[in-house]
């Protein structure tokens, strides 16, 4: 089985030293294609403005000077062209990605684009930043990571689906098992802005992350990680939203007599 592996945290990251650790247990033909620099945050960007740059970084390890989306198509399209992936793996994350997260995540996106190439992807993240000492337990997606991707090779896939894969932050022993989720929603502020000064003394601008522990709903991927199992949810790429399309039919209809350039 060829899989091609690429990240979001950028080629240098100890997620993608993991992840190929995961890929390398299960099979010998993996190939590494991930972004030059850090792309956390960058969704399905394709980069269309400048060139696509890419270097050899190791044997079958290439970093691409782009985003995750770039790294799958020049990793399907160019790298492995004589021979496409059967698997595309993506991450692993540093950092959770859950909820409204989704449709931020480079991580997810490099899945996303794998999905749309027709190659069964999974997007992997450790949940980092509960650990009471502050510990990061990269092991626990070494120890189990390997065991749930052939589960899922083995499980039923609709068209048009990848695997989003979240880890707790905890150490393998402790991890309490393996659930199925549906993607969540926070109960707090989500993003913010912090406004800082430079050193001329003009304002700047991050945004920011609040990650604090609440109560979310059973079956989310965030109660799953809140009660320390493994979360995995099928995310689906079209994302129509089906109740809403049926009301709409009811709703929706075009007066010949008033065009809608006459509205308002
Ligand atoms: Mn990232």
């Known amino acids: 089985m060829r899989i091609l592996i690429t990240n979001d945290d950028g080629a240098g990251a100890h997620g993608l030293s993991v992840l190929h650790q995961i890929a390398k247990a299960i099979s010998d033909d993996v190939w590494i294609v991930a972004p030059e620099t850090n792309q956390s945050g960058a969704s399905h960007a394709l980069t269309l403005q400048v060139p696509l740059r890419y270097r050899e970084i190791g044997e079958r390890a290439f970093a691409v000077r782009g985003t995750p989306a770039d790294c799958v198509i020049m990793g399907v399209k160019h790298v492995l062209k004589d021979k496409a992936?059967?698997?595309?793996?993506?991450?692993?994350?540093?950092?959770?990605?859950?909820?409204e997260d989704v449709t931020y995540s480079g991580t997810i996106a490099g899945a996303m684009e794998g999905t749309l190439l027709g190659i069964r992807s999974i997007a992997m993240s450790l949940t980092i930043g509960f650990d009471p000492e502050g510990k990061q337990h990269w092991k626990s997606p070494v120890e189990h990571g390997p065991r749930l991707v052939k589960q899922l090779l083995?499980?039923?896939?609709?068209?048009?689906?990848?695997?989003?894969i979240n880890y707790p932050d905890?150490?393998?022993?402790?991890?309490?098992?393996?659930?199925?989720?549906?993607?969540?929603?926070?109960?707090?502020?989500g993003l913010h802005i912090q406004e800082r000064s430079d050193t001329w003394g003009d304002?700047?601008?991050?945004?920011?992350?609040?990650?604090?522990?609440?109560?979310?709903?059973?079956?989310?991927?965030?109660?799953?990680?809140?009660?320390?199992?493994?979360?995995?949810?099928?995310?689906?790429?079209?994302?129509?939203?089906?109740?809403?399309?049926?009301?709409?039919?009811?709703?929706?209809?075009?007066?010949?007599?008033?065009?809608?350039?006459?509205?308002?």
């Open 85 to 99: 992936p059967d698997l595309v793996l993506s991450g692993v994350n540093h950092g959770a990605n859950l909820a």
């Open 154 to 164: 083995d499980a039923e896939w609709p068209a048009m689906t990848l695997m989003n």
């Open 170 to 189: 905890l150490a393998p022993g402790d991890v309490r098992g393996v659930v199925a989720t549906r993607q969540g929603r926070r109960d707090q502020g």
């Open 203 to 264: 304002p700047y601008f991050w945004v920011g992350f609040e990650r604090r522990r609440s109560d979310p709903p059973q079956g989310t991927d965030l109660r799953a990680i809140a009660d320390g199992f493994i979360s995995v949810t099928p995310l689906h790429l079209n994302l129509t939203h089906e109740g809403a399309r049926e009301a709409l039919g009811e709703v929706l209809s075009l007066d010949r007599a008033s065009p809608l350039k006459d509205v308002g």
